[in-house]
Nanobody, 120 residues
Framework: VQLQASGGGLVQPGGYLRLSCAVSGGTFSIYAMGWFRQAPGKEREKVAAINYTGGRTNYADSVKGRFTISRDNTKNTVYLQMNSLKPEDTAVYYC??????????????WGQGTQVTGLQ
Protein backbone atom coordinates (compact mmCIF):
# COMPACT_ATOMS: atom_id res chain seq x y z
CA VAL A 1 0.00 0.00 0.00
CA GLN A 2 1.40 3.39 -1.02
CA LEU A 3 0.29 6.78 0.24
CA GLN A 4 1.22 9.96 -1.63
CA ALA A 5 0.61 13.23 0.19
CA SER A 6 0.57 16.55 -1.61
CA GLY A 7 -0.65 20.12 -1.30
CA GLY A 8 1.73 21.61 1.21
CA GLY A 9 3.29 25.02 0.83
CA LEU A 10 3.84 28.47 2.28
CA VAL A 11 0.82 30.32 3.56
CA GLN A 12 0.12 33.66 5.20
CA PRO A 13 -1.54 33.75 8.62
CA GLY A 14 -5.25 33.28 8.16
CA GLY A 15 -4.75 31.57 4.84
CA TYR A 16 -5.77 28.11 3.74
CA LEU A 17 -4.42 24.98 2.12
CA ARG A 18 -5.90 21.67 1.13
CA LEU A 19 -3.78 18.58 1.53
CA SER A 20 -4.50 15.44 -0.45
CA CYS A 21 -3.38 11.88 0.10
CA ALA A 22 -3.82 9.37 -2.69
CA VAL A 23 -3.75 5.71 -1.73
CA SER A 24 -2.84 2.91 -4.09
CA GLY A 25 -2.13 -0.80 -3.84
CA GLY A 26 -4.82 -1.57 -1.31
CA THR A 27 -8.54 -1.44 -0.69
CA PHE A 28 -8.97 2.20 0.28
CA SER A 29 -12.57 1.84 1.42
CA ILE A 30 -11.66 -0.46 4.33
CA TYR A 31 -9.06 1.86 5.84
CA ALA A 32 -9.54 4.47 8.49
CA MET A 33 -7.37 7.44 7.55
CA GLY A 34 -5.51 9.95 9.62
CA TRP A 35 -3.49 13.09 9.24
CA PHE A 36 -0.55 13.66 11.54
CA ARG A 37 2.00 16.41 11.82
CA GLN A 38 5.45 16.84 13.26
CA ALA A 39 7.05 20.19 13.90
CA PRO A 40 10.81 20.58 14.41
CA GLY A 41 11.80 19.48 17.89
CA LYS A 42 8.31 18.23 18.72
CA GLU A 43 6.66 14.86 18.85
CA ARG A 44 4.32 13.76 16.12
CA GLU A 45 0.68 14.51 16.87
CA LYS A 46 -2.53 13.29 15.34
CA VAL A 47 -4.40 16.14 13.71
CA ALA A 48 -7.52 14.46 12.38
CA ALA A 49 -8.96 11.05 11.59
CA ILE A 50 -11.85 9.68 9.59
CA ASN A 51 -13.42 6.25 9.64
CA TYR A 52 -13.68 4.02 6.61
CA THR A 53 -17.08 5.28 5.49
CA GLY A 54 -16.38 8.93 6.15
CA GLY A 55 -19.27 9.10 8.57
CA ARG A 56 -17.17 9.75 11.66
CA THR A 57 -14.32 12.15 12.24
CA ASN A 58 -12.28 13.46 15.12
CA TYR A 59 -9.81 16.29 15.55
CA ALA A 60 -7.08 17.53 17.81
CA ASP A 61 -8.28 20.38 19.99
CA SER A 62 -5.71 22.66 18.39
CA VAL A 63 -7.36 22.42 14.96
CA LYS A 64 -11.05 21.98 15.77
CA GLY A 65 -13.17 24.42 13.84
CA ARG A 66 -10.33 25.22 11.42
CA PHE A 67 -9.45 21.90 9.77
CA THR A 68 -11.76 19.45 8.05
CA ILE A 69 -10.90 15.90 7.08
CA SER A 70 -12.84 14.20 4.30
CA ARG A 71 -12.48 11.30 1.92
CA ASP A 72 -13.60 10.27 -1.51
CA ASN A 73 -13.73 6.49 -1.74
CA THR A 74 -14.26 6.68 -5.50
CA LYS A 75 -10.91 8.45 -5.88
CA ASN A 76 -9.01 6.59 -3.12
CA THR A 77 -8.12 9.95 -1.65
CA VAL A 78 -8.33 11.62 1.74
CA TYR A 79 -8.20 15.39 2.17
CA LEU A 80 -7.37 17.84 4.90
CA GLN A 81 -8.84 21.29 4.39
CA MET A 82 -6.91 23.71 6.57
CA ASN A 83 -8.40 27.16 7.12
CA SER A 84 -7.34 30.08 9.31
CA LEU A 85 -3.80 28.80 9.35
CA LYS A 86 -1.46 29.95 12.08
CA PRO A 87 2.33 29.99 12.26
CA GLU A 88 2.12 27.22 14.86
CA ASP A 89 0.55 24.94 12.24
CA THR A 90 3.96 24.78 10.61
CA ALA A 91 5.00 21.14 10.36
CA VAL A 92 5.48 18.21 8.06
CA TYR A 93 2.07 16.65 7.56
CA TYR A 94 1.71 12.92 7.05
CA CYS A 95 -1.24 10.81 6.04
CA UNK A 96 -1.68 7.31 7.36
CA UNK A 97 -4.01 4.37 6.88
CA UNK A 98 -5.03 1.34 8.85
CA UNK A 99 -7.83 -1.18 8.93
CA UNK A 100 -8.01 -1.07 12.73
CA UNK A 101 -6.97 2.53 13.10
CA UNK A 102 -10.34 4.00 14.02
CA UNK A 103 -10.75 1.71 17.04
CA UNK A 104 -7.17 0.98 18.05
CA UNK A 105 -5.18 3.82 16.55
CA UNK A 106 -3.08 1.31 14.66
CA UNK A 107 -1.92 2.96 11.45
CA UNK A 108 -0.07 0.44 9.33
CA UNK A 109 0.75 2.55 6.29
CA TRP A 110 2.30 6.01 6.06
CA GLY A 111 2.92 8.57 3.37
CA GLN A 112 6.11 10.53 2.86
CA GLY A 113 4.93 13.85 4.29
CA THR A 114 4.30 17.28 2.87
CA GLN A 115 5.64 20.52 4.36
CA VAL A 116 3.25 23.22 5.53
CA THR A 117 4.83 26.50 6.55
CA GLY A 118 2.77 29.24 8.12
CA LEU A 119 4.49 32.55 7.63
CA GLN A 120 4.82 34.95 10.54
Amino acid sequence: VQLQASGGGLVQPGGYLRLSCAVSGGTFSIYAMGWFRQAPGKEREKVAAINYTGGRTNYADSVKGRFTISRDNTKNTVYLQMNSLKPEDTAVYYCAAGTNAWVYGDYSYWGQGTQVTGLQ
